[in-house]
């Protein structure tokens, strides 16, 4: 490991890490999932999400044990490359930066869709890389600038969700819900549940700001249970809701589900449906801005252990931020924009998470038999079980993605393993941990 690394800021309190939490998670709720019930009817849908959402609890409760013990901007990839040795970490910074730096993009798109629906001569795409500009620009700025906005944006989110809960419940009917509701049966579910996963997708990015965090073994723990608790209450409450609003066939692959929603309760030309368009952004936004100051630092730890190039660890002398990691980031987001498709994006985003998922539960086995001494400010709730589900469900995730999405997970897998022969034949896998 290299001993003398540039340090972040510490500037976040557990509000901010509340407001990160749910800020990378949010617009989960806005988009994307839907798609599961173009695979798996309403009620399979919900089944997956169920499954999930059992997933993410345990997970999260196991993972602040290693955030809290190893509060470091690497996450993930520090704590494989700890426990696992340089290879570990290989595996588990690779399929971090696959499920962030393709999350992204998704929703940039997502972003272009809205502002298209409110003013039809916005081009999507030229938008969502507009976003991307932009966004990158506001996160150079520095880390308490940096989430300051986020808590704005990801107060407003919650809100709205809120709002738009209250907007179509009086529209709930049980019958459309229940129409056809698991068309597949369990295959179906099987299928769903990468878009089950995209509700919650990303919420462990908090463990990236983890070094720009003030007293971490206090807020960390805070953030998290904070975080999940809103996240699926807020996930539930709008995927029930939106299902018995109407014939559900209709809304399985529009990327501006709510606005469309709350124009079938409301009537597309009220204004309150523009209206409620146009602050429906905040979501995306608060998703958008987090998960690009997330996967910098990630970028930026990679570089700084010397698993990227050494450029990529370079801090803005004024704003101390990680400018070059965020500038990389962006391109690569936008050629992903210009090549992909929404769904793809996020089954491909779901791959890296479920990967890393899988890694971090080994890591935080390893390490309890490892370093049985190390210091552990917050301990993973009735182990081993809570990991031990979290690893189990994690896997099978992993084999039904590889199932029902064998092209793009043969290219996931495949670069992976010309990582890791580059990384072999360069000598790095005999580095200490």
């Not at 190390?374 to 979290?390: D, G, M």
Request: hydrophobic content about 55%; charged content about 10%.
């Amino acid at each position: 490991m290299v001993t003398k690394q540039p340090g972040l800021k510490k500037a976040l309190s557990a509000v901010h890490l509340w407001a990160i939490a749910v800020g990378l998670v949010i617009s989960g709720e806005y988009f994307g999932w839907n798609y599961g019930w173009g695979v798996a009817g309403t009620m399979g849908m919900l089944i997956a999400t169920l499954a999930v959402t059992v997933l993410y609890i345990t997970f999260i409760f196991s993972f602040t044990e290693l955030t809290t013990s190893i509060p470091n901007a690497g996450g993930p990839f520090t704590y494989a490359h700890r426990a696992l040795g340089p290879l570990g970490g290989l595996i588990a910074g690779y399929a971090t930066l696959i499920e962030f730096l393709f999350a992204t993009p998704a929703i940039a798109y997502a972003l272009g869709s809205y502002i298209h629906f409110l003013v039809p001569s916005m081009n999507v795409m030229y938008t969502a890389i507009g976003c991307y500009v932009l966004f990158t620009a506001i996160n150079m700025l520095g880390i308490k600038e940096s989430a300051l906005f986020t808590l704005l944006v990801t107060l407003l989110a919650v809100i709205e969700l809120l709002v738009f809960m209250g907007i179509v419940a009086p529209h709930f009917q049980l019958k459309n819900f229940m129409h056809d509701s698991l068309p597949f049966g369990w295959k179906g579910v099987f299928a769903a549940l990468p878009f089950a996963i995209w509700l919650y997708l990303a919420i462990e990015g908090v463990s990236m700001v983890a070094e720009e965090t003030k007293d971490p073994k206090r807020t960390i723990p805070k953030g998290y249970v904070a975080g999940i608790s809103t996240l699926v209450l807020l996930a539930l409450g709008v995927m029930i809701l939106t299902g018995g609003l109407t014939d559900w066939k209709k809304l399985t692959t529009i990327d501006y589900l709510l606005p469309e929603a709350v124009g079938i309760a409301l009537g597309k030309e009220n204004q309150f449906t523009k209206l409620f368009a146009g602050i429906g952004l905040f979501g995306l936004i608060a998703s958008f801005h987090s998960i690009i100051l997330t996967y910098s630092r990630q970028l930026f730890s990679l570089a700084r252990e010397n698993y990227l190039p050494l450029a990529l660890a370079k801090l803005h002398p004024r704003f101390q931020t990680p400018h070059r990691a965020l500038i990389v980031g962006g391109i690569i987001g936008i050629i992903a924009i210009v090549s992909g498709k929404t769904n793809e994006l996020i089954i491909f985003s779901v791959l890296g998470a479920i990967v890393m998922y899988i890694t971090s539960m080994i890591s935080l086995f390893v390490l309890r038999k490892k370093e049985p001494a190390l210091e552990r400010p917050f301990k993973a709730p009735l182990y081993p079980y809570f990991p031990i589900i979290a690893l189990l469900l994690a896997a099978v995730c992993l084999l039904s993605i590889i199932y029902y999405n064998p092209f793009l997970s043969a290219l996931f897998f495949a670069i992976l393993l010309l990582l890791i022969i580059l990384f072999v034949i360069s000598g790095k896998h005999k580095k200490g941990n």
